[in-house]
């Protein structure tokens, strides 16, 4: 996936992490800090949104070096944010124990493989069904409350996964295929969410995203290894300037990840949840306007008909917070 992989993986695990400076719908912060949260947010899911733009000016490394680089300098980054933090008992606890340790080997896996069918998307002229995959992520991590948490489902959610699954089956006749790419991306990240969520407020994001890129690092290290022996690695062979674009994979993994726990802490979740859709709609308009990819009628019809599940999920959302908010208010009353 894109970096926006990364973070939205530990944007999950921040969002649902009890941490008692994130407000809740009903108590949100003052306005400066709302202010402050908003912009945070803005940048993290604009950031996200971008990702195409970088991995375009990439060329000519291909997906599995490009994944294999950023896993390589994002633990770069990652272990100078745990100096920084001071956080190396935290990490090593995180490796010491086997039921934070197992799920976040997991979930490395699975982030890998949303990372590298996201870079593979873009790079060949597929952005539009990787936005779409982020697009339906949403319904995705619904349906899998349903199915493996047991979750209960409201009316407007029931509404929005059918409608979800309508918009697949249009859309699989728009492409001609099934859109393998935008359900990869969607369930591989649901699934990361998953896992995420079971580990909960038993490791901080940074700590969480250190020990998956140590996951991975054998992994990269090797993948670059057998590049550079079959002679086809440009990280070092394509002169300063493309070595340094790869190197910033590292921040630019890590920068919109900080944005987003900045931004979780100020503002209600119901915001965050509203400010995840910037990212798959500036991907889908770069594809659309930058990248010039073809959207043919029959695909507009089946976006259209992802936007409305959206909608209806939104909608959902924006209720229960308001219910949730008066029932407090009535309470404290």
């Given amino acids: 996936m ?55 000016t990439l060329a000519p490394a291909g997906p599995v070096e490009i994944v294999a680089d950023r896993v390589l300098f994002s633990l770069v980054v990652c272990f100078a944010l745990i100096a920084v933090m001071r956080s190396w008992r935290a990490l090593g606890t995180a490796f010491g124990n086997g039921r934070v340790f197992g799920p976040l080997a997991l979930a490395a896996a699975l982030i890998a493989v949303n990372w590298l069918t996201y870079t593979f ?11 779409l995959g982020y697009f339906i992520n949403p319904l995705v991590s619904v349906l899998l409350g349903v199915l493996i948490l047991k979750e209960r489902l409201r009316p ?18 728009a492409y001609g295929q099934v859109p393998w790419i935008a359900l990869i991306l969607a369930f591989s990240f649901g699934f990361y969410g998953l896992v995420k969520n079971r580990v909960g407020s038993k490791v901080d ?40 674009l790869l190197a910033a994979s590292g921040i630019i993994t890590a920068t919109p990840l900080l944005f987003f726990g900045a931004a979780a802490r100020r503002l209600p979740m119901t915001t965050v949840g509203l400010l995840q859709y910037i990212a798959p709609l500036t991907q889908f308009v770069l594809a659309v306007t930058v990248l010039g990819e073809h959207m043919p009628a029959e695909r507009w019809v089946g976006f259209g008909i992802v936007w409305l599940a959206l909608a209806a999920l939104t909608a959902d959302m924006l209720l229960v917070s308001r219910r949730r908010r008066t029932a407090l208010r009535s309470r404290a009353a």
């Fill in 2 to 56: 894109t970096l926006y992989v990364v973070a939205r993986v530990t944007e999950k695990q921040i969002a649902d992490s009890p941490a008692p400076t994130r407000p809740s719908d009903a108590a949100v912060g003052s306005r400066p800090a709302k202010s402050a949260g908003l912009l945070f947010g803005i940048g993290a899911y604009g950031l996200w949104g971008l990702l195409p733009l970088y991995f375009i």
């Fill in 121 to 131: 998307g873009v790079l060949n002229g597929q952005a539009i069904e990787a936005a």
């Fill in 156 to 173: 407007l959610q029931w509404a929005a996964v059918g409608i979800g699954t309508l918009a697949v089956v249009v859309l699989t006749v």
């Fill in 205 to 244: 994001a940074v700590t969480s995203l250190t020990v998956e890129t140590v996951v991975l690092a054998p992994l990269a290290a090797g993948v670059v290894v057998w590049l550079a022996a079959a002679g086809t690695l440009t990280l070092t062979g394509n002169g300063a300037g493309h070595f340094w």
